[in-house]
């Protein structure tokens, strides 16, 4: 079993900034791709970024590419979503999300039945 644990979730303004923290097991990071998701009221779960773990490879979603920003350290088993200039329309509850490196590659980054272990989630609402 594979615990992951968000951080970093708040009430915001538009045009500040957010930093998300996903704390994952020992080791978790050299066999399992990390991703976060998002999930507004009403809407479908959507994928917003990913990172490898052959190559640190990362992917955004179009509506996050230039603001969001993923990075892992291996040191302190997290992935951080740095995210700037939030809009009101990132506002959802954000999981973090991992799927095994073998089983990743058979999917595209994006899609949620790649990964089979979530976190709980954390809000983020951004308000005008």
């Known amino acids: 079993q594979v615990q992951l644990v968000e951080s970093g979730g708040g009430l915001v303004q538009p045009g500040t900034s957010l930093r998300l923290t996903c704390t994952v097991p020992?080791?978790?990071?050299?066999?399992?791709?990390v991703a976060w998701f998002r999930q507004a009221p009403g809407k479908e779960r959507e994928g917003v970024s990913c990172i490898s773990t052959s190559d640190s490879t990362t992917y955004y979603a179009d509506s996050v590419k230039g603001r969001f920003t993923l990075s892992r350290d291996n040191s302190r088993n997290t992935v951080a979503l740095q995210m700037i200039s939030l809009k009101p329309e990132d506002t959802a509850v954000y999981y973090c999300?991992?799927?095994?490196?073998?089983?990743?590659?058979?999917?595209?980054?994006?899609?949620?039945?790649?990964?089979?272990?979530w976190g709980q989630g954390t809000q983020v609402t951004v308000y005008s």
């Open positions: 020992v080791f978790t990071l050299d066999y399992f791709a």
């Open positions: 999300a991992a799927s095994p490196r073998l089983k990743w590659y058979g999917y595209t980054w994006s899609q949620s039945s790649a990964y089979d272990y």
